[in-house]
């Protein structure tokens, strides 16, 4: 999906993907994009919004994110994030009353069911939160494809000689620092992303204090 959409706007297919290509693929599947919403409202750690009403959805963005040049890779998180609901949850939204997936609330005049995306649950979501576990592995997908990924693999000799590092080993943590170069992400995404490809031992709660210490 991604390689299609940068070949149909620029004629080639680039890592990391721009900023600009990915708000332009997310405004081509929606109603209305807001990059500068306040969504105070909503809670503190709520970064994005997806609202589904009678056509194409509406997606609001947190504009501390926009506005904040330190929190580009959030931004860029929260954007395929957003997208990953707007591709494939829309077509729940005739059943999402009987279902009671989201919650109900006016927008512009149209019943919506809203998906609200805390920043915790951007990137990686307990796999009983489906919708937003779905939504955090498009995101990690779009940023960093498996075959993308496995080219940087390929040309880490560091990664053939010790097989599959632990996630706070010396080898695993220059495994996240590079891919988090190579597609202009979070530490914290490269590090799901390598987890889910199974280039990295899975986090443990063990571990997880240890990450980033």
Known sequence: ???????ARNGVVKFPVATDDLVAMLEERTEDLDMYADLTEEGESVEGMTVFVRDKPMVRISRQLTEDPSRANRLRTTLTHEFGHVYFHSCLFGVAQQAELFRDEP????????????RATIIEAGPVDWMEWQAGYVCGAILMPASEVLVQMQALTEMR???????????????????????????????????????????TPSTQAALFT
């Open 107 to 118: 927008v512009h005049g149209h019943a919506a069911q809203l998906p609200v995306c805390h």
């Open 1 to 7: 999906m991604i390689r299609s959409f940068l070949v």
């Open 161 to 203: 000689s010790t097989g599959t590092p632990g996630v706070v080993s010396p080898a695993g943590r220059a495994l996240i620092a590079s891919v988090a170069r190579r597609f202009g992400t979070s530490i914290d995404a490269a590090r799901v992303r390598l987890s889910r490809l199974g280039y990295i031992s899975p986090q």
